[in-house]
């Protein structure tokens, strides 16, 4: 079966780190571009950060630029985002999405579960004061 699963939320004090990853079975991910998004209760769903499968070329939000990183591992079949300084405001459930469009970083602020190959279930990301 084809899917992504996320690992690595849980709860953290603010100024803490912790490191999310994303994996998929059944394909192989180095070939897609692969998205983080977030969403908290009663907002909207935010793109985080992304890279492609061109050339790991990285894109972030605003709120993730210099405390948010993410990278690919693909022995591993993998991408991680590592968050540090953590702040309450970025409790949230976190998922992973991935696109073979070797273009999908440059509109994945856009993307939606309904227009994407794999969109994964989620990590929940809790950040206490």
């Known amino acids: 079966q084809m899917k992504l699963v996320e690992s690595g939320g849980g709860l953290v004090q603010a100024g803490g780190s912790l490191r999310l990853s994303c994996a998929a079975s059944?394909?192989?991910?180095?070939?897609?571009?692969v998205g983080w998004f977030r969403q908290a209760p009663g907002k909207e769903r935010e793109a985080v950060a992304c890279?492609?499968?061109?050339?790991?070329?990285?894109y972030y939000a605003d709120s993730a630029k210099g405390r948010f990183t993410i990278s690919r591992n693909n022995a591993g079949n993998t991408v991680s985002l590592q968050m540090d300084v953590l702040k309450p405001d970025n409790t949230a459930m976190y998922s992973c999405a991935a696109d073979i469009d070797r273009w999908w970083c440059t509109y994945y602020t856009r993307a939606t579960s309904a227009d994407t190959a794999y969109w994964g279930q989620g990590t929940q990301v809790t950040v206490s004061s």
């Open positions: 059944g394909f192989t991910l180095g070939f897609y571009d």
């Open positions: 890279i492609t499968s061109s050339d790991d070329r990285t």
